[in-house]
T-cell receptor
């Protein structure tokens, strides 16, 4: 069975600085999808970024980028130029194709300080 | 375009009571899901549906039932509520278009307390 591990329960960063959130996963599949979701205090789940395992290039969305290391089964999220609005819980998630079922990690609470 | 809507937003139930959490999506998505989020934890899949008339169990289905009579609606039924079902419940939907992004769109959640 697939598992997702986020080993950092809490992180903090100063505004405008860069922070990296860690995620590792366990699977025997070769093709799959990985996601980072943001959950602000409003509780709404918001997709931040996604990565297809067959793509070697790391995904980037504006200030958000990932470091995808397939052999190491690692999928970290880098937030550049952190903003106060980035304060939220961040969840890493795994999906095996043709199942569309997401498996979530336990989350990392990120606090951005002015 | 409302996306995924859930009602109610909050509910307090007594042990043994029953209730239905409503979920509706207006994006014509085939796939719909119910997750629960316990305090300090990630989301866990309760039930999912790949289309009208088809449902299947997820990781934590015990104590719940679902039905999918239309593409738009996917209600979650709690029978004989227990304190262990105190949680935040999220409904989500996605398009199964094969080459799609597999992105799931989430509703705003329902906070349920069973006392």
């Amino acid at each position: 069975a697939q598992t997702v591990t986020q080993s950092q329960p809490e992180m903090s960063v100063q505004e405008a600085e860069t922070v990296t959130l860690s995620c590792t996963y366990d699977t025997s599949e070769n093709n799959y999808y990985l996601f980072w979701y943001k959950q602000p205090p409003s509780r709404q789940m918001i997709l931040v970024i996604r990565q297809e395992a067959y793509k070697q290039q790391n995904a980037t969305e504006n200030r958000f980028s990932v470091n995808f290391q397939k052999a190491a089964k690692s999928f970290s999220l880098k937030i550049s130029d952190s903003q106060l609005g980035d304060t939220a819980m961040y969840f890493c998630a795994f999906m095996r194709p043709r199942t569309d079922k997401l498996i979530f990690g336990t989350g990392t609470r990120l606090q951005v300080f002015p | 375009n409302a996306g995924v809507t859930q009602t109610p937003k909050f509910r307090i139930l007594k042990i043994g009571q029953s209730m239905t959490l409503q979920c509706t999506q207006d994006m014509n998505h085939n796939y719909m899901y119910w997750y629960r989020q316990d305090p300090g934890m990630g989301l866990k899949l309760i039930y999912y549906s790949v289309g009208a008339g088809i449902t299947d169990k997820g990781e934590v289905p015990n104590g719940y039932n679902v039905s999918r009579s239309t593409t738009e609606d996917f209600p979650l039924r709690l029978e004989l509520a227990a304190p262990s079902q105190t949680s935040v419940y999220f409904c989500a939907s996605s398009y199964d278009g094969g080459s799609s992004s597999y992105e799931q769109y989430f509703g705003p959640g329902t906070r349920l307390t069973v006392t």
